[in-house]
């Protein structure tokens, strides 16, 4: 009997033990949820997923893979390995082995031996060894965003499948966080991209610029808006191929420079419809293009405008243009092109009034000035008539050719202002 019940006392000690391990482990991870919530950065969001499910499942290397639109991972967070460690390891993975199988079949793993699984792929030199391993997916509205890669239990274990149930619940958590970091970042980055349309709108319509320095503005106040390190302006020559405007940000493009991919430009350009381009190029080409990674394209003004278009370029190996960013980049570029059209047209306008008060001064100068000289030489050659000293008469016939040369330059003077290739 005494045995009996000091194997229930065992029992109940060692249930109340794994109960209390339990609610520790809820506790940490309602705690490591909250923690998520409250950061509105994506790339903190990220990297608080990554050390919270460390955390979690007593892990020594955590990362969180994203994966982009190649299905290949377009950005890595590691969590374990120091910043000597990274270096010293070279790039980091694209996507292959292990992480490209959770890639093409996101459901949770967990493994005795990473080393040992078919699709295993090695590691690269300087890297830490790895045994252990745990792997789930999160989903953001049902679409992969990424997967959650942990290995090497601390204590020298196998992941257990309450560590896995651990993950999969955090990973849960992280894609609502992802998704709320998203959403604030865009609301940030479309409030970015109208300030600066609405600003840029309304410096161009001053008298301060010219063409070739609003194409500058232009391209700067785009530079800024949209986190690009180049943007470019470019529109089509008279034989229809686009050139190169302006361009400011990574060096490597020049004002009359041919640029490729002219069918994309130019269906950007007639369509209104912008597009992003993951190769950069196809549409700046040359050694600039080896800097750079995507490439959003959208046209300058409303579709068919011939305005040209605005290239925006992120840079190699950053993350690419989000939908956000398509929809902004082409309001943005309908509203600086409507401005350069009205900047345009004022410039037009106002020297159209300037040529018409011109025309104006040239007929008064005509009708009113030359003819009073005329009329005053005239008189002159009269007055000789009643004059005999020789000293007055050389005098007379010295204001009469005084007066003729007056009435010459006048008549060159109006010509000049009648002329539309003077400059004002």
């Known amino acids: 009997m005494k045995g009996r019940v ?26 490591a949820v909250i923690s998520m919530a409250d950061e509105l950065s994506l790339e903190a969001v ?27 991972l377009s950005h890595f967070i590691t969590v374990g ?19 490209g199988h959770l890639i093409r079949e996101p459901q949770p793993l967990r493994l005795h031996d990473l080393r040992q699984h078919p699709m295993a792929a090695g ?19 049902d679409a992969v965003f990424g997967n959650l890669y942990l290995t090497e239990k601390k204590d020298g274990q196998d992941f257990t499948f309450a560590d896995q149930e651990l993950a999969i619940a955090l990973a849960a958590a992280a894609g609502v966080a992802i998704q709320n970091a998203r959403l604030f970042e865009d609301s940030h980055s479309r409030q970015r991209w109208l300030l600066a349309g609405m600003e840029l709108s309304g410096r161009l319509m001053t008298d301060e610029f010219d063409d070739d320095s609003r194409l500058e503005l232009v391209a700067e106040t785009a530079l800024r808006a949209s986190n690009s390190v180049l943007v470019a302006i470019a529109a089509p020559a008279a034989d229809g191929v686009f050139k190169c405007m302006s361009a400011v940000g990574v060096q490597g493009l020049y004002a009359g420079q ?29 050694d600039v293009a080896e800097k750079l990674g995507a490439v959003l394209v959208a046209a300058l003004g409303h579709r068919g405008t011939k305005n040209g278009v605005l290239l925006f370029a992120r840079a190699n190996g950053a993350e690419s243009f989000t939908r956000s960013d398509l929809e902004s980049g082409a309001l943005f570029g309908s509203r600086v092109g409507l ?24 007929r008064d100068l005509h009708d009113l000035v030359i003819q009073r000289l005329f009329a005053a030489g005239l008189s002159i050659q009269n007055l000789r008539r009643f004059m005999e000293d020789p000293a007055a008469l050389e005098r007379m016939a ?6 003729d040369e007056t009435i010459r330059t006048l008549r060159t003077t109006i010509e000049e202002l009648r002329s539309p290739n003077t400059a004002p």
């Open 339 to 362: 401005a350069l059209d009205l900047a345009g047209a004022s410039a037009l306008r106002e020297q159209s009034l300037v040529l018409t008060d011109r025309e104006r001064i040239a």
């Open 81 to 99: 390995i120091d910043e000597e460690g990274i270096r010293s390891i070279g790039d980091l993975p694209a996507g292959h082995g292990v992480l």
């Open 258 to 286: 041919e640029l490729p991919g002219q069918e994309v430009l130019t269906s950007v350009a007639d369509t209104g419809d912008s597009r992003i381009v993951m190769d950069p190029r196809q549409v700046l080409g040359g």
């Open 123 to 141: 590691f690269p030199s300087n890297h830490p060894p790895m045994r252990t391993f745990l792997g789930v997916p999160i989903r953001v509205r």
């Open 398 to 403: 010295s204001l009469t050719g005084e007066l």
């Open 46 to 72: 990220l990297d608080r997923v990554v050390r919270s499910a460390c955390t979690l499942v007593d892990a020594r290397y955590g990362a969180l893979g994203v994966i982009g639109e190649d299905q290949q």
């Open 6 to 31: 000091e194997t229930l006392l065992s029992e109940f000690v060692e249930r109340a033990d794994e109960l209390l391990h339990a609610q520790e482990q809820m506790n940490s991870l309602l705690n």
